[in-house]
């Protein structure tokens, strides 16, 4: 059975702060990790990664995955009150099918 | 573009009643996806579609069908509604496996 486990469930920072959000999967058939956003609506797309070491940015956020160790983790800097969400982390299977985790609530305090 | 809309956005249903979600898509997509999300969770898949005429079982198929009878169009039916099927319902279209799904608004389904 696919599984995708992250961690912390749930984090509470101030703004300013740094924060890593992990990921660890175990599936078959993996061709994708996916991180998403979601803040009371539909997730909406962060990163694809398919490669390992291969660091993805945009803007404060950045990803990595480590396919041997099959991990991601995702990093938020300079944290905003508007990075307040649930941060899901997904692996894309066959069919283009996604595994998703529970998800970690991040709350960003002023 | 509309992109993926879902029908309706909220619905309550009785105990043993039953309905249908339409999912639709205008961008030609041949992948649709339903997903289901319950709180402190992530989406767990209930069925998908490789394309028109296609539909198979994902994570948690029991107590809904679905269609695909055009390729634009996914439906979601819930043969007698049980309140363990009140969950907020995600649909998704892919166009190709190398590339990102695109969600849907959600449908919020309260069974009482």
């Known amino acids: 059975e696919d599984k995708v486990v992250q961690s912390p469930l749930s984090l509470v920072v101030h703004e300013g702060d740094t924060v890593t959000l992990n990921c660890s999967y175990e599936?078959?058939?993996?061709?994708?990790l996916l991180w998403y956003k979601q803040e009371k609506k539909a997730p909406t797309f962060l990163f694809m990664l398919t490669s390992s070491g291969i660091e993805k940015k945009s803007g404060r956020l950045s990803s990595i995955l480590d396919k041997k160790e099959l991990f991601s983790i995702l990093n938020i800097t300079a944290t905003q009150t508007g990075d307040s969400a649930i941060y899901l982390c997904?692996?894309?299977?066959?069919?283009?099918?996604?595994?998703f985790g529970d998800g970690t609530t991040l709350t960003v305090k002023p | 573009n509309a992109g993926v809309t879902q029908t309706p956005k909220f619905r309550v249903l009785k105990t043993g009643q039953s309905m249908t979600l339409l999912c639709a898509q205008d961008?030609?997509?041949?992948?649709m996806y339903w997903y289901r999300q319950d709180p402190g969770m992530g989406l767990r898949l209930i069925h998908y579609?490789?394309?028109?005429?296609?539909?198979a079982k994902g994570e948690v198929p029991d107590g809904y069908n679905v269609s695909r009878l055009k390729k634009q169009n996914f439906l979601l039916g819930l043969e007698s509604a049980a309140p363990s099927q009140t969950s907020v319902y995600f649909c998704a279209s892919l166009r190709s496996i190398q590339e990102t799904q695109y969600f849907g608004p959600g449908t919020r389904l309260l069974v009482l």
């Open positions: 961008m030609n997509h041949e992948y």
């Open positions: 599936v078959t058939n993996f061709r994708s």
């Open positions: 997904a692996v894309g299977v066959n069919a283009g099918k996604s595994t």
């Open positions: 579609s490789v394309g028109e005429g296609t539909t």
